[in-house]
């Protein structure tokens, strides 16, 4: 007699599950994680070599399996297609993990342009939108769920990265939205909200600064926690959320160590740009 998911420990053994922004940071964690549990994930990325290196380790390890596809998410034709493989090889889709997208460089918005907010909208924002609208009709047919990465900013601001907050508080206002409209059809729609979380993108913001461990030490020291956050930490937020969480939709996780509680030094005529 063939296990059970429960009793096998494999917790999302078989389901469908689509993750972009997959081969590195948060959205490979994701995928780890998934693919740990059984699931078949596809995911995508603009860069192939990274996406295809992510593909056979962990094809190589299982137990579940994984696709990489080569996807620019600020191109609708491109997320179409995501979908449309995924369909054309498991035939379903159980979860939609939405979580491609960019941090630009620190800076008042004196020095934003409107294209640059017109840009990142599309990449961090309407992408998800994109990728939600063509999954749905799968994802209504199994009564599966969709997961958007937020981010800790959308609660709290950040400092001089008005752009970037402006998506992700976005994000989380659709995430509730369409957890209402899906709600007749079984289909669950949350967000977690990830803060200092330790990924390629982290480390090249530090790497940017004149002082590469005291900008590390600063991040580590946000956290109640004393430390960053781990990529696997997001990746079980959101098993959770897809395996375990069936009574909850239009949710937010935070997954920020406790960086939002607690007083601080916020005297803003005294801070300069930890990242300039």
Known sequence: MMATAASSGLRYKDKVTIVTGGSKGIGKGCVEVFVKHGAKVVFCARGEKDGKEVEAALNAAG???ATFVKCDMSK??????????????????????NNAGVHPPHKPIDDFST????????????SYFAAS??????LRQTEGNIIN????VAHIGQMEAVTYVATKGAIMSMTRALAVDEARYNVRVNSFSPGNVWTPMWDAGA????????????????????????IEECGLVCLFLAADATFCTGIDIMVSGGAELNYGNKNMR??????S
């Open 270 to 275: 005294t801070k300069s740009n930890p990242f």
């Open 115 to 126: 294209s640059d907010m017109q840009e990142l909208m599309n990449l961090n924002l309407v």
């Open 149 to 152: 990465d937020g981010s800790l």
């Open 133 to 138: 609208k063509f999954a749905l009709p799968y």
């Open 207 to 230: 790497r940017s600064t004149n002082d590469y461990e005291a900008a590390i030490k600063g991040g580590e020291d946000c956290q109640l926690l004393g430390r960053f956050g781990t």
């Open 63 to 65: 137990p579940g399996e």
């Open 76 to 97: 609708e034709e491109e997320i179409k297609n995501l979908i449309d493989v995924t369909v054309a090889k498991y035939g379903r889709i159980d979860c939609l993990i």
